[in-house]
């Protein structure tokens, strides 16, 4: 579909008096959107890719940032050497973070993650009986309550089997933060899936409607139910959002771009360890150590976030963008030009931005706007339950809940938005 025809829906809604989701309740619960709001996929490299291939001063600075990289693996394999009196890499950080697992707990490990697979493989076939049960009574009201209340058991219970397989069973602070991690976007992937597809089913659309989801996802979704297939992509895909079709790059998997990418990750984990032990984490608890340590933590704080997006957001999900052949590879936006706070969140995550801005804030807001409320009000509920998500990461894998993260997302923003940034970064992680 293209932007003409986008233009022309959007003609047809504002000469109607306004969209579908505007005029009908039951729709607006379910849409919960305008086209404004809807969250369209196009083939988009990845900021750091596309800034380099635009200016070749950068690529420069990118190649002078490896060699530094090899140059300060060299500096700690002497000074390590040196230390130990024989060739020697102290790495502790990484055997304290993969710890001793003995193999029961990497059987628990393997078994709830496959349980988490499973669970969210279950979700389609559940909405498909859901879709032919319901047209077999009159009233449809009874078994969509049903069915919503099968689905939260069954959420509850997987989640309450994962939390008593990371207390109960011995496993490693990076199992523990793998499997947080892993029960979090899994249950982000299905929440959506489930909302597309009951938006479907609940609020029917033709193909070729001038207005409504028709016009808003510019030709990615389909009427019908999306197929197994379009599911089972999509829980592997590196977005939240469910679509039934992405674009996809032509050609080939480029498995040179594969290997760039696996080693960029590799690397940026490295370094980011290093940077933690060496820097971060004090030797001792003594107060000196202790106010040294704090010090230089926020001095490479910009460091640290700029090692944590590389490697998250940067070279993990677009080796899987091209693994999957997925063309829209805009995992994050030039988070480093924010002068905001709320800006910067948008551009540090655009993933988990999309979801809670389409899920969260936008049902949040539709809801109180009937009782007179603003914008300020949701803005702060989606920062809070943000907050939460990601200290429920941080508390399983580590072991302890600590909610310093809360501050940093509750901070105030302002033109020195990097300092503020950096120091809270490093202080509430470190």
Request: aromatic share 14%; charged share 15%; glycine share 6%.
């Amino acid at each position: 579909m293209n932007e003409g025809h986008i233009k022309k829906g959007e003609m047809a809604e504002k000469q109607a008096g306004g969209s579908t989701s505007e005029k009908n309740p039951l729709t607006l619960a379910n849409n919960g959107r305008r086209r404004s709001e809807v969250r369209v996929y196009a083939p988009k490299d990845s900021a750091i890719n596309g800034l380099v291939a635009r200016d070749g001063n950068l690529q420069v600075l990118y190649d002078a940032c490896a060699i530094h990289i090899v140059l300060f693996a060299v500096l700690k394999v002497v000074f390590d050497s040196l230390s130990a009196g024989r060739l020697y890499v102290d790495m502790h950080l990484f055997h304290l973070a993969i710890g001793y697992c003995s193999f029961a707990g990497f059987a628990a490990f393997v078994w709830t993650e496959l349980l988490l697979l499973s669970t969210a493989a279950s979700v389609h076939p559940a909405l498909m009986a859901w879709k032919t049960i319901r047209t077999w009574f009159p009233r449809t009201l009874p078994v969509d309550i049903g069915f919503l209340i099968v689905y939260l058991i069954g959420l509850v219970s997987v989640h309450v089997t994962v939390l008593w397989m990371v207390f109960m069973v011995p496993l490693s602070p990076a199992f523990c933060f793998i499997i947080s991690v892993e029960q979090l976007r899994l249950t982000m992937k299905t929440y959506s899936y489930v909302r597309e597809t009951v938006r479907k089913v609940v609020t029917p659309w033709k193909k070729d409607d001038t207005t409504g989801p028709a016009v808003w996802y510019a030709g990615q979704m389909e009427p019908q139910v999306g197929s197994i297939f379009n599911y089972l992509y999509f829980l592997f895909a590196p977005i939240l959002l469910y679509r039934d079709r992405y674009p996809r790059n032509k050609g080939p998997i480029q498995w040179k771009n594969v290997i760039t990418y696996l080693s960029q990750f590799i690397v940026a984990l490295l370094v980011f360890a290093v940077i933690y032990q060496d820097v971060v984490i004090p030797p001792s608890l003594r107060r000196t150590d202790v106010l040294t340590s704090l010090v230089f933590s926020c001095v490479v704080g910009f460091i640290i976030l700029m090692v944590v997006n590389i490697m998250i957001f940067h070279s993990w999900p677009n080796l899987h963008a091209e693994l999957l052949r997925f063309a829209d590879c805009q995992f994050h936006t030039d988070w480093w030009t924010a002068t905001s706070y709320a800006d910067f969140y948008r551009k540090w995550n655009t993933s988990v931005h999309d979801w809670i801005h389409a899920y969260v804030y936008t049902d949040i807001k539709n809801v109180l706007r009937a009782y007179g409320f603003g914008s300020a009000v949701p803005a702060l509920l989606t920062i809070i339950a943000s907050a939460v998500m990601h200290e429920y990461m941080m508390a399983i894998g580590l072991g302890f809940c600590l909610p310093m993260v809360s501050v940093l997302f509750g901070g105030a923003g302002g033109e020195f938005w990097c300092v503020c940034v950096c120091v809270f970064a490093c202080v509430c992680v470190g």
